[in-house]
């Protein structure tokens, strides 16, 4: 009963988080918090090895996605949403989520720089970031969501997508 809640409750969350991420870029604070004290409240109630796991998800989310928002290829609030979806799924489910997410994300960048007619420009920027990343800054280019003419996807969609991949798994 109470993972049929969870599920539900998560769900509502990050449908929610992703229309207004759509419509506005951004996904409010108040929603997170709510989100990860109802995650933890139902994972408490069904007894301390649950809130262990609730943790550790929420633990996952932000240890995976962080790097991500320090180097700006993401921004906090998709975080923040991340890691309280995980709160819900913990460790296990929560990392076929993010797997899912990182997928769904993938083709939405794609689909966008399709749209805008720069993918190929995009993908040979991949390329440079990527080179970036793996020499440590030592070489490539360190093109990031700061940078001008960057493109930006509402990226609350893609972790609704993988949250709702791992609550059917």
Known sequence: MLETVGTGVLLTLVVLAAARDVRTGRIPNQLIVAGVAAALVLRAAAGWGALLDGLLGLGLGLVVFFPLFALRAMGGGDV????????????????????????????????????????????????????????LGRSGNPTNLASPG????????????GAAVACVL
């Open 80 to 135: 923040k949403l991340v890691a309280m979806a995980c709160a819900f799924l913990g460790p296990e489910r929560g990392l076929v989520a993010l797997l899912a997410t990182a997928v769904a994300g993938g083709v939405m960048a794609l689909a966008a720089a399709w749209r805008q007619r720069v993918l190929l420009p995009v993908l040979f920027g991949s390329g440079e970031v990527i080179r970036h990343w793996a020499t």
């Open 150 to 161: 960057a493109t930006s996807i509402p990226y609350g969609v893609a972790i609704a997508v």
